[in-house]
């Protein structure tokens, strides 16, 4: 079946340095992708998302590239900020009627001043 | 956008009692709400999945019995913890899904559950 595999956390970095969380997808078909954050205590937002390859999402400073050739779609973001501080899901849907999203196990960041 | 409102955000009851979790689609109808489970720093677990009208469909391991969930309008999902027992403690996440192609997967707030 299809799964989403996502870079183990925790990640700590200081404010303002350059992130990426890996994600590589398993999938049949053609999914679209998306990463969703969740802050301390809350439920999960959209953060970005793509639904064809070569697409990026973009969202907040936050950026992903949906890469068919490597099954992938890291997040990146140049410059992070105390307020990123969350745990990122990268997740897909095979977009085949009203089937679940298939969320990968979360990476934890932690941006400290 | 589309809104799912969550509610309780956070619930602590006593051992053998239920309780009942409410996700309302605000905006938008949602004519599949997705119940997920998520355990302490780690990952959410789909528990089962509802369609308006009829009778949901429960992930493998997970007590249909136990967990009730009735989805009776394209506004309303509910998600009722029967007999509560401390390992239900968890956090809750429902996800409505109506318009794909504008609307996508919206996510409630949460409900923390605590079963003392």
């Known amino acids: 079946g299809d799964s989403v595999t996502q870079m183990e956390g925790p990640v700590t970095l200081s404010e303002e340095a350059f992130l990426t969380i890996n994600c590589t997808y398993t999938a049949t078909g053609y999914p679209s992708l998306f990463w969703y954050v969740q802050y301390p205590g809350e439920g999960l937002q959209l953060l970005l998302k793509?639904?064809?390859?070569?697409d990026k999402g973009s969202n907040k400073g936050f950026e992903a590239t949906y890469r068919k050739e490597t099954t992938s779609f890291h997040l990146e973001k140049g410059s992070v900020q105390v307020s990123d501080s969350a745990v990122y899901f990268c997740?897909?849907?095979?977009?085949?009627?009203?089937?679940?999203?298939?969320f990968g196990k979360g990476t934890r960041l932690s941006v400290i001043a | 956008g589309a809104v799912v409102s969550q509610h309780p955000s956070r619930v602590i009851c006593k051992s053998g009692t239920s309780v009942k979790i409410e996700c309302r689609s605000l905006d938008f109808q949602a004519t599949t709400m997705f119940w997920y489970r998520q355990f302490p720093k780690q990952s959410l677990m789909l528990m089962a999945t509802s369609n308006e009208g009829s009778k949901a469909t429960y992930e493998q391991g997970v007590e249909k019995d136990k967990f009730l969930i009735n989805h009776a309008s394209l506004t309303l999902s509910t998600l009722t913890v029967t007999s509560a027992h401390p390992e239900d403690s968890s956090f809750y996440i429902c996800s409505g899904i109506g318009d794909r192609t504008n609307y996508g997967y919206t996510f409630g707030s949460g409900t923390r559950l605590t079963v003392v």
């Open positions: 793509a639904t064809k390859a070569d």
């Open positions: 997740a897909l849907s095979d977009g085949a009627g009203n089937t679940p999203l298939v």
